[in-house]
């Protein structure tokens, strides 16, 4: 901010100077010459606050809000050089020859990218709409369990929750997994239907190694984006200026990026190998652990001229889980009564997910206005789940030796499933003056087909359960046999309107999207807009309010209806399905000030959703099961701080918390809804050694509300229970052992080199990702808990070419 209001200064100086020069000067009659234009970053975005100033002549002015600016300077000259200066960006300088009359200057600056001993010297963003930019310079050395860096670092920002360290699942303000929304370069990505675990979890489709820009909304996201009612996250892949690469190993994999760029084409590329075996070992169950995932990613961008860009990106993986368990045992209960749960187990699990995605988009430049785009995007999917598993179990209550329960189980599945989704997306955008408009239409068409049998039996002293006298009855039997093919119609519009006034500056982002969807014969029409703030009387506040009506349209899992017959149960897809409601009104504010003159930042999030036409399910670790039907009407009402800034000079921290309630009203019951967290604090604090920048810390932690839960294969109405609190604590070590980023060293390709050491769950929090119900001949149910992995050390090396 010093140097914004210095720059400021010198312009309002130099204004003055020049009048007073006219004033005093009646001898010489100068020609005014007036200069005018507009100055945005690469992605068109307008910067404001950027000095633009005229050498040797003392005329200037800074850009506002919308990136422009205007001011006038005496003409005459033969030539005049105009310089555009911001923190953070190249400096620009145009030489206009013989300037006279009314001239205009549009530029674009780019991000310097120095970085000088890893502290980048800038102002923390305003954010002015419902989408914020996350920080990713910590992205490749932050701990990880699970090799998914952008989603670990999503999980620790406001309103945002995960309770399995195996899983890049989570959850947003009270909202399933499914109800999350994730693009990249403008196109939606999906994830595997069939995943049921964090065993099972490979590697997401986001190479972390690839991205450039995060953008994260958790409520109240413009019309641009899809019908999703939790949240949205928007990747932007690096386009590569030069030839550049990395390779990062670690026990628990090893990933590889390669990139080269020239001013009119750039091509990256990144594989990546993950083996969590390392982490499962550490789990109650003793067993052969074999995961295998494996991925490859590649992105090319060409423009062969100021009006025409191709993009396009590749991706292929293979997420292989084998499983093999021995024994295992477990200690559960209070201080007053310890029980104890032993199995031995036969049989095994293998599952393998294979995955394709492509994309292509052709984009027109129309004029220095608008352009227009054409994407096409495929998504196909095969996932195939199988096991065989049967536990021989003794459940002992260990003060008393009293024998509670004796008893065999067997779980078998065959489960296949493949999905095809194809789309085609028309989009304009138009940006002049005050105005940033966005408009769209695409066409997507899904096929998916299942193949699944899946059923537990059970037994206790000798008695099947349940048990008749007669039959030998599984306690779970499921079977599905369907295929759907399904078309999908979208329009959106929205318009980005900023304006100063005496009073502030007024951000307004209205629009609204209509979409038609063949299956039901649906169409859905949702309004959203939001608005930002910035007082003249105090820049440092900024309030901000976002409403709209927002849909969940359903994909192949919410579709499944069950039928329980006294054979089974069967799955039939309802055709009567219902997209799931939400009218969202959030309001917010931030509040920019400065400790020991470093940058802060803390704001505040108050939210309401009205849901209505909900279809119910239940979750059992990551795997998400509903009723298929439109039951129940419910809310979520809550609230989100954050307080983001160098809390150690040159780094950037955060701490973040919430309360929530969530609740729904099914067959005319009040419940808690499956993901009612009441509270959750998340923190990401970095750090360097005293006297030195080689050295660098970084700390991730969680606290979270248990959810609520209940036995399996029951309804909402069972679920009396609420898990224990989740709690983890990461910490990550990094030691640069070369640093040659300023290229000091000339014939040395390595730029950097990093060792790092990371201990994950640093004090050993037991924490439980679900419970196996244990049914003696009795009928008494016990809810033996399933812990997640305990404490662990991590080893790594990134060398950065």
Aim: glycine share 8%.
């Amino acid at each position: 901010m010093r140097y914004f209001a210095l720059c400021y200064l010198c312009a309002l100086f130099c204004s003055v100077n020049v009048h007073a020069q006219n004033a005093t000067d009646t001898t010489t009659v100068a020609t005014k010459v007036k200069l005018k234009g507009k100055v945005v970053d690469e992605q068109q975005e307008p910067l404001p606050f950027v000095s633009v100033m005229a050498e040797g002549i003392l005329a200037g002015a800074m850009t506002g809000m919308d990136g422009t600016y205007r001011f006038e300077f005496d003409g005459g000259q033969d030539s005049v050089v105009i310089v555009y200066s911001l923190i953070g960006y190249e400096k620009r300088r145009r030489v206009l020859k013989n300037p006279s009359g009314n001239l205009t200057l549009n530029i674009v600056m780019r991000d310097d990218g120095k970085v000088m001993n890893e502290v980048t010297v800038k102002d923390i963003k305003r954010q002015m709409g419902s989408t914020q930019e996350l920080n990713t310079k910590d992205l490749r050395r932050m701990p990880s369990t699970t090799g998914n860096a952008v989603e670990e670092l999503v999980a620790t920002q406001a309103g945002v929750s995960t309770h399995n360290e195996l899983s890049s699942q989570y959850n947003v303000r009270g909202g399933s997994f499914d109800e999350n929304s994730v693009y990249i370069n403008g196109v939606e990505v999906y994830r595997p239907l069939l995943i049921s675990s964090g065993q099972q979890e490979g590697l997401s489709v986001i190479n972390s190694d690839m991205v450039e820009k995060v953008n994260f909304s958790a409520g109240g996201f413009d019309a641009k984006y899809g019908d999703k009612m939790s949240s949205v996250l928007d990747i932007t892949y690096r386009r590569p200026e030069r030839l550049e690469g990395s390779v990062q190993a670690s026990l628990l994999g090893v990933n590889v990026y390669g990139g080269y760029g020239s001013k009119k084409f750039s091509f990256s590329n990144g594989f990546r190998y993950k083996s969590n075996a390392y982490m499962l070992n550490s789990l109650q169950t003793n067993a052969e652990y074999r995961p295998n995932f494996i991925d490859y990613q590649a992105y090319l961008s060409w423009t062969p001229n100021k009006n025409w860009t191709f993009d396009a990106i590749g991706y292929i993986s293979r997420n292989l889980y084998r499983f093999v368990p021995k024994d295992r045992e477990t200690n559960f209960g209070t201080l007053e009564s310890v029980n104890s749960f032993k199995v031995y187990f036969d049989g095994k699990e293998q599952d393998v997910f294979r995955t394709l995605f492509g994309t292509a988009k052709l984009k027109r430049r129309l004029n220095n206005y608008s352009n227009l785009s054409l994407a096409l995007s495929a998504f196909s999917t095969r996932e195939r789940e199988t096991y065989d598993i049967q536990g021989q179990y003794w459940l002992d209550q260990t003060d008393t030796q009293v024998q509670l329960g004796v008893g065999t189980y067997m779980e078998h599945a065959r489960n296949i499933l493949t999905s095809n989704v194809q789309t085609l997306k028309l989009n304009y955008e138009y940006k002049h003056n005050a105005h940033h408009v966005l408009s769209g239409m695409s066409w997507r068409k899904e096929h998916i087909d299942e193949h699944a049998n899946e059923w537990e039996m059970r037994d206790s002293s000798g008695y099947s359960i349940p048990h008749t006298g007669v039959d030998l009855m599984p306690i779970y039997h499921l079977k599905s046999v369907n295929s759907i093919t399904t078309n999908h119609l979208e329009l959106y519009a929205q318009d980005t309107w900023r304006h100063e006034s005496k009073m502030g500056i007024i951000s307004l982002t209205y629009g609204a999207r209509l979409s038609f969807w063949d299956w039901n014969k649906e169409w859905l029409f949702s309004p959203r807009a939001s608005l930002g703030f910035v007082p003249n009387s105090n820049d440092r506040l900024t309030f901000r309010l976002a409403a709209g009506m927002y849909y969940q349209r359903p994909f192949y899992r919410e579709l499944r209806d069950t039928v329980t017959t006294a054979a089974g149960t069967f799955v039939n897809l309802n055709k009567n399905i219902k997209s799931q409601r939400s009218f969202q009104l959030v309001l917010g504010s931030e509040y920019k000030f400065k400790i020991a003159d470093r940058p802060f930042k803390f704001t505040a999030e108050a939210y309401y959703k009205a849901q209505s036409n909900i279809n119910p399910y239940n979750v059992d670790n990551v795997k998400v099961v509903y009723y298929g039907k439109n039951i129940a009407t419910g809310y979520v009402v809550g609230a989100d701080f954050k307080i983001y800034g160098e809390f150690v000079p040159g780094t950037d921290s955060w701490i973040s918390f919430g309360l929530m309630k969530a609740k729904m009203n099914l067959n005319g019951k009040s419940l808690p809804q499956p993901t009612d967290q009441r509270y959750n604090l998340n923190f990401f604090f970095s750090d360097y050694f005293p006297g030195t920048t080689r050295w660098k810390m970084n700390l991730k932690a969680s606290f979270a509300d248990g959810l609520p839960f209940g036995p399996p294969h029951t309804g909402l109405e069972r679920n009396s229970f609420r898990a224990p609190a989740y709690k983890r604590i990461d910490i990550g070590m990094n030691y640069r052992l070369l640093d040659n980023e300023d290229r000091h060293m000339k014939r040395n390709i390595v730029r950097n080199v990093w060792l790092g050491l990371d201990c994950f769950n640093i004090f050993g929090f037991s924490n439980v990702s679900g419970y196996y119900w244990v049914t003696d001949v009795n009928g008494y149910q016990y809810a033996v808990p399933n812990y997640l992995t305990g404490r662990q050390i991590n080893g790594r090396i990134l060398i950065e070419f």
